[in-house]
């Protein structure tokens, strides 16, 4: 009886080792169509840097898996292939699904697991619309086929538009991990020589920043 006893805590032991090894780390795993012999990077992104943990080179398949010690604090990361990125971020979660395609890597993508990640990538689309509008708006307006007015106006719709999308997030969970990535996100360009027109982040929104 001893002896059966003793084994049952034995296992038990194992048991907890082994979970408490799964809890501390996160995995990001998926499909990446198209992309036979590519190279793909997980990094993470911190406040004034970004560091590579680690990369994988794609078979025909595109299946990938990552690995990583789960962060103390939620923290932010990506998925770079060539000069596209998937923003995402961890914190309770322990498996994150991504399906992509290599053509619209950064824009097409599906994520599973996180409810946190579908809303940075609606965050992050968002701010792609709004950065794509201004490009077209201000070379329209260095070619002298707009006025400084319309272009002030124009510009400071584009930005709008996105900052209703990121201040929904903001407002709706101010303690988020999403509310914190939104904050601050910026659009483009900055100033021009119609004056300045945004390019500031989603602070200007919030009492007491």
Request: glycine residues 6%; charged residues 20%.
């Amino acid at each position: 009886m001893k002896a059966v006893t003793r084994y049952i805590y034995l296992f038990l032991a194992l048991l907890a080792v082994t979970s408490c090894k799964k809890d501390n780390n996160f995995t990001v795993e998926g499909v990446v169509s198209g992309t036979e012999g590519q190279i793909m990077y997980l990094e993470n992104v911190g406040v004034s840097s970004v560091s590579m943990l680690d990369s994988v080179k794609l078979n025909a398949a595109g299946t990938f898996e990552f690995t990583q010690p789960r962060p103390e604090y939620p923290d932010f990361y990506r998925l770079r292939l060539k000069n596209q990125l998937i923003n995402f971020a961890v914190d309770s979660t322990e498996t994150i699904k991504i399906l992509a395609d290599a053509g619209t890597f950064a824009t097409s993508y599906k994520v599973e697991g996180s409810e946190n990640c579908k809303a940075i990538k609606t965050i992050t689309l968002a701010q792609l619309d709004a950065n794509q509008a201004i490009q077209k708006l201000r070379k329209e307006y260095e070619h002298k086929h707009m006025e400084d007015s319309v272009y002030r106006r124009k510009v400071l719709e584009a930005s709008s538009a996105y900052k209703e999308v990121a201040l929904k997030y903001i407002f709706g969970a101010p303690m988020s991990t999403v509310a914190y990535y939104a904050l601050f996100q910026q659009v483009y360009p900055c100033t021009t020589e119609a004056g300045s027109v945004g390019c500031k982040d989603n602070r200007d929104h919030i009492p007491g920043y």
